[in-house]
């Protein structure tokens, strides 16, 4: 049966508004891990084997048992409500990869840079990107086992970010953790969105 563009069988409800999020950081972060937790489809990913050919150039410290790395991107998808499902591109870590940023960053509403306080620094890349191209984002911190914790303002000075970009805690590999980063990240995108409206 067609039911147009508007008509829709009885009781199939609007269609849900789709979003598309990056999720950014340095080598190693956990950005596949993340994409994997909250997927509710299997995550397509383009893992490829770390070789001897990255020695010298994958910086493994902080993630030694790291096998695999992401070479295009990671994909998945989650239903936060009857109305918002969020598309999850992971981009990879490496910076011989960047020429995929550019087309994975179309028509994202935002982007999580997850950083790691071992190695905070490696998330400037992201930071850099994603302020030069006013997408709004926020900075979730993967807790791995033995980093040094440290309080969340310290870590949103020592990055240098701007007062309203929020910053919080969470765990790549813990679905509601890695939910309630993408629930932030979607209402600060829109805040910010209404926030420059109003400007305009
Ligand atoms: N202990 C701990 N290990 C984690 C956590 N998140 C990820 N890992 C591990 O850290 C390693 C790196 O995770 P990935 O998800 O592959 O990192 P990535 O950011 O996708 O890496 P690239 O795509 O290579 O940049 C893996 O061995 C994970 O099992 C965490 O929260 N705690
Ligand atoms: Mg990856």
Known sequence: MDYGHSERPPGAG???????????????????????????????????????????????????????????????????????????????????????????????????????????ADCFPSIDYFEERGTPFLVAVNCFEGARKFRLDEVQAALNLDPEVPVLLCDARRRESAKEVLITLVEHAMKTRDARRRAE
């Open 14 to 120: 609007a269609l849900p508004t789709a979003i598309k999020i990056l999720v950014a950081g340095g080598f190693g972060v956990g950005k596949t891990t993340l994409v994997g937790a909250v997927s509710e489809t299997r995550p397509l990913r383009t893992e490829e084997v770390l070789t001897e050919t990255g020695v010298g150039i994958d910086d493994l410290s902080g993630v030694e048992t790291k096998r695999t790395t992401t070479v295009a991107m990671d994909f998945g998808r989650i239903t936060i409500s009857d109305d918002l499902v969020l598309y999850l591109f992971g981009t990879p870590g490496q910076d011989r990869f960047w020429f995929v940023w550019d087309e994975l960053a179309l028509g994202a509403i935002g982007a999580v840079v997850l950083a790691d306080t071992r190695r905070l």
